[in-house]
């Protein structure tokens, strides 16, 4: 941990924060990931449940950042259109930021909320599996203070079957 001269550690505080970092990602490991993508500019991966189901569960790790910086975002979605080629859906989402709560470089666990709409494509009928991905994200801080209109372009690989 990363502690100034007057900061002390309150062991119950740290197991509390240990406990809900990797009971979050016990929890998406028991979860049988059905597709995994990455969205290069904005440096996310991303872990799904089954996106073919109605509603289905998103998991995504903030990568090129600094340690403390490193947020997950766990977004639940809905399809509400699907077709051959492509998916429609939309959900919002909560991100949270456990590494920099555990590093002592903030205080708040939930660093913000947002709005997905967003596009699955399979744009080679030769490998369905291979989708691209489009969203557009409302996204405004845990405060409700400030916000930001986010875009994401991804490249998702699902599982299964042609």
Known sequence: MFLTQNQS????????????????????????????????????????????????????????TLFGS????????????????AQFYAGGGVRFNFIGVLANQTKNVVEGYSLNIGTRVSPFKTVPQVKIALEIAPYVERKFESG????????????GKK
């Open 148 to 159: 930001i209109l986010k875009s994401n372009f991804g490249l998702i690989y699902t599982f």
């Open 70 to 85: 490193l947020s997950t975002e766990v977004l639940p979605l809905f399809n509400f259109k699907q077709t051959s080629a």
């Open 9 to 64: 550690l309150n062991p119950a505080r740290t197991l509390l924060r240990t406990g809900l970092f990797l009971g979050l990602f016990l929890g998406m490991a028991q979860v049988k990931a059905q597709s995994v993508g990455y969205y290069p500019w904005n440096g996310l991966i991303s872990v799904s449940t089954n996106p073919a189901k109605v509603f289905w569960l998103d998991a995504r790790l903030q990568t090129n």
